[in-house]
């Protein structure tokens, strides 16, 4: 677990949001094990997920979340945004740190069923928030998900504001967008905050759109971030993985 003191000034932590596609690739192959290869290629502590099958038939009935978890050696907190009989569809929050399932629970939607899933992570006897969602493709949909999720159920809570938070997921939505801009005005993007410049994650092959995005509150720095480009993850979804390293207790 890569969890380092630096100088006293808090704890090191690496955060992975990535879309992994139902484990389906650019290559068409269901592939649950690669997307965990992926995975554990970047070290990450905690990872939050988006488009995952659980027991739906197109790819092969099998629990993804709880799969890709147990190859990584963690615990998955999953949400499922559909639910229609024994298949659901949705997102997820993989680590191994000890974690306390807080809300999890739909979004507003006209389109596409959409949700979102709230942890309180302990680290070194820290509480940090981790809130992972994949908002909708119309742009009204966004509006009405983002300002739930930062309404006094989700983010405007008491128990949400009592701590540190990181905000990850597939946000369909571009920095000039008015859901980035909404969140972008309490939390901070992790890819402005690095030394390099802000990379695109989708689609994977020839990345166009920076869609994914990690954010996060005041109390957590950033050392660096990098969505990961290799010949795996151009293979194994249709978007890249965004990584963080980011500094708790700061």
């Given at each position: 677990?890569n969890?380092n003191a630096?100088?006293?000034t808090?704890?090191?932590l690496?955060?992975l949001?990535?879309?992994?596609?139902?484990c389906?690739?650019?290559d068409r192959?269901i592939?649950?094990p690669?997307?965990?290869?992926?995975i554990a290629e970047?070290?990450?502590d905690?990872?939050?997920?988006?488009?995952l099958?659980?027991?739906?038939k197109?790819?092969g009935g099998?629990?993804?979340?709880?799969m890709?978890a147990s190859?990584l050696?963690?615990?998955a907190?999953?949400h499922p945004a559909l639910?229609v009989e024994?298949e659901?569809?949705?997102d997820?929050?993989?680590?191994a740190?000890?974690?306390?399932?807080?809300?999890?629970?739909?979004?507003?939607?006209?389109?596409?069923?959409?949700g979102?899933i709230w942890?309180?992570?302990?680290?070194?006897g820290?509480?940090v928030?981790?809130?992972n969602?994949?908002l909708?493709?119309r742009?009204t949909?966004?509006?009405r998900q983002?300002?739930?999720?930062l309404?006094?159920?989700?983010?405007g809570?008491?128990?949400?504001?009592?701590a540190?938070a990181?905000i990850?997921g597939d946000?369909n939505?571009v920095p000039?967008?008015p859901a980035?801009?909404?969140i972008a005005?309490q939390?901070r993007?992790?890819?402005l905050?690095?030394?390099?410049?802000?990379?695109?994650?989708f689609?994977s092959r020839?990345?166009?759109?920076r869609?994914?995005h990690i954010?996060?509150?005041?109390g957590i720095?950033?050392?660096?971030?990098?969505v990961?480009?290799?010949?795996l993850t151009?293979?194994?979804?249709?978007?890249l993985?965004?990584?963080?390293?980011?500094?708790?207790?700061v």
């Amino acid at each position: 677990m890569n969890i380092n003191a630096r100088d006293g000034t808090g704890r090191s932590l690496k955060i992975l949001t990535y879309n992994v596609h139902s484990c389906v690739g650019t290559d068409r192959k269901i592939d649950p094990p690669r997307i965990a290869e992926v995975i554990a290629e970047t070290g990450a502590d905690i990872i939050a997920l988006q488009e995952l099958d659980v027991g739906r038939k197109r790819t092969g009935g099998v629990d993804q979340a709880h799969m890709i978890a147990s190859l990584l050696k963690m615990e998955a907190h999953f949400h499922p945004a559909l639910h229609v009989e024994e298949e659901q569809y949705g997102d997820a929050i993989l680590t191994a740190l000890p974690t306390r399932l807080m809300k999890a629970g739909p979004l507003p939607s006209i389109g596409e069923l959409r949700g979102a899933i709230w942890v309180r992570a302990e680290i070194d006897g820290m509480g940090v928030n981790i809130l992972n969602t994949h908002l909708g493709l119309r742009g009204t949909d966004r509006a009405r998900q983002v300002a739930e999720l930062l309404g006094r159920d989700w983010i405007g809570s008491p128990e949400f504001q009592s701590a540190p938070a990181i905000i990850c997921g597939d946000l369909n939505a571009v920095p000039s967008s008015p859901a980035y801009k909404s969140i972008a005005r309490q939390f901070r993007d992790v890819q402005l905050l690095s030394s390099v410049r802000a990379a695109r994650t989708f689609p994977s092959r020839f990345p166009l759109l920076r869609l994914d995005h990690i954010f996060v509150s005041e109390g957590i720095g950033v050392e660096r971030s990098q969505v990961v480009t290799t010949l795996l993850t151009r293979r194994a979804s249709d978007h890249l993985p965004l990584l963080a390293e980011v500094i708790c207790g700061v």
